[in-house]
């Protein structure tokens, strides 16, 4: 068997929603220099619904394709749907990743709950703050 899928490999060399957004309602970055992979997610964001949603990511391909793919999962979603987007969701969506870059779609789903908490945090927006986790530095890389 592959080490990754089709999936992952055309995310990894076709990356989908690459660069920045200029100014964007909602900004979020996580990641460790340390374990390598750091993302950053950029949100354009209308009556709830996400419009727009790009990234940059530094990082291997598994961390690549997460974002990649994560961007794509909540395309035209709104902020709410994009909040039910969890980790497993990015992987099952790939079609698996191996168990030692599992933490590149926990980094993307916490990109995706970082940009959604600064839209929030921006506009003065009411929000259950149980529902966003504060990652410790490097808690979502293992290898640290």
């Known amino acids: 068997m592959a080490l990754y899928t089709e999936t992952v490999m055309d ?6 929603n690459v ?8 900004v979020g970055e996580v990641g ?3 374990c390598g992979d750091i993302m950053k997610l950029y949100l354009k964001i209308g009556d709830g619904v996400i419009t727009d949603v ?3 990511t530094f990082g291997c ?3 690549i394709a997460s974002t990649s793919m994560a961007t794509e999962m909540i395309k035209g979603k709104t902020i709410e749907e994009a909040l039910a987007v969890t980790n497993k969701d990015v992987v099952d969506a790939l079609g698996g990743l191996p168990a030692h870059k599992l933490h590149c779609s926990v980094l ?3 990109s995706i709950r970082a940009a959604i908490k600064d839209y929030y945090d921006r506009n003065g927006i ?10 410790e530095d490097g808690e979502s890389c293992p290898m640290v």
């Open 108 to 110: 993307a789903e916490e």
């Open 61 to 63: 391909g598994s961390a």
């Open 19 to 26: 660069g920045s957004i200029e100014n964007a309602e909602g």
């Open 126 to 135: 009411e929000y259950d703050h149980s529902r966003f986790r504060e990652a």
């Open 11 to 16: 995310h990894f060399m076709n990356p989908r």
């Open 32 to 34: 460790n220099a340390k």
């Open 54 to 56: 790009r990234f940059e």
